[in-house]
């Protein structure tokens, strides 16, 4: 079986359930949004994002608004080690649907703990911190080694001007550390976001480490399936572990439910589709993230 990216004769859930359909409809039928990656300059911009924010999902907390209003239209932000606002590159960030999409799954599903791999500027940090809200004795962890080295710190600044009264923790490491010192501390969580670098074998490693963590009926959400290496992965994982794809708006990420324990035979394999080259440049780059190819080769490129 073969992932593909358009879903639009799948079944769509969210439009039959009366709680999230309100908020939840499909990027389609939302009429025209603003590119979020145009260059910010007026007054009228920065309205259309929070509005767009709303729109895509009216549950947000009225801080986790602004605060993401913010975000999303900031040039620059400031961070832990920096003294001044540091530019930002705009593109390893989520998206506003994906965002709201993820934070409408994880209430839905009602996520007490949920972990990352993949902190950046904490774009996806604060849409999963905001669905903890209404839940007692919540937990996010973010895994990644640089944020503050490449990142400045930035996710960190957000995370506590957000101020949302979940714990939170950050694992200053390489997702496989880190991923299998909770695996040894026999942590558990029932979502988990896999962001961070994107080469077939550290989505493979993510996703099996991860696993461990997810309990049956746990959710995992993989993003940039627009990629050939993420796809070829998510292809693989799809085709041989239990599991079921979970069906949501959102093209550019894969979201699974776990559906049991691995009960497979050691000799268990089923062949799986292998996408594209290993040419970089000759991948074909999905409507959302048309440009920057280079720059997120450079970002994700860096090796554990
Ligand atoms: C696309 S960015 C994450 C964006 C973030 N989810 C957001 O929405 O703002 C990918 C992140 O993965 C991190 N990363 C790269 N290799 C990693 C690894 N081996 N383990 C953990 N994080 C890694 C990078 O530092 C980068 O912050």
Excluded at 186 to 195: M, V
């Amino acid at each position: 079986m073969a992932i593909k990216l358009r879903q639009t004769n799948r079944p769509q859930p969210w439009l039959a359930d009366p709680a999230p359909a309100a908020n939840m409809v499909p990027p389609k039928d939302r009429g025209p949004v603003v590119n979020q990656d145009q260059a910010v300059t007026t007054q009228s911009y920065a309205i259309g994002i929070r509005e767009q924010i709303i729109r895509a999902n009216s549950h947000l907390h009225k801080d986790t608004v602004d605060l993401l209003a913010e975000m999303y239209r900031a040039d620059a932000l400031q961070g832990t080690k920096s003294r001044r606002p540091v530019p930002l590159n705009k593109l390893p960030r989520i998206l506003i649907e994906q965002g709201a999409t993820m934070n409408w799954l994880m209430r839905s599903h009602s996520v007490k703990r949920s972990l990352e791999v993949g902190f950046a500027y904490g774009f996806s940090t604060i849409w999963m911190l905001d669905a903890l809200r209404p839940r007692r004795n919540a937990l996010h962890v973010a895994i990644d080694p640089y944020e503050l080295s490449l990142w400045h710190g930035i996710g960190l600044t957000q995370v506590e001007r957000l101020a949302s009264g979940v714990r939170f923790e950050w694992i200053e490491n390489f997702s496989i550390h880190a991923l299998s010192d909770l695996i040894r501390r026999n942590e558990k969580f029932d979502f988990i976001f896999i962001d961070g670098n994107h080469k077939f074998d550290d989505v493979i490693v993510d996703f099996y480490l991860s696993n461990q963590l997810l309990l049956p009926g746990g959710l995992v959400a993989f993003d940039d399936m627009w990629m050939n290496s993420v796809r070829s992965a998510t292809n693989f994982i799809v085709n041989n572990l239990a599991c079921e794809i979970v069906p949501q708006p959102v093209e550019n990420m894969l979201v699974l439910r776990k559906t049991g324990y691995d009960t497979r035979d050691w000799r268990h394999f089923n062949t799986f589709e292998v996408l594209g080259s290993s040419d970089f440049a000759e991948q074909e780059p999905a409507a959302s993230k048309p440009s920057g190819i280079t720059r997120l080769h450079r970002v994700f490129g860096k090796s554990s």
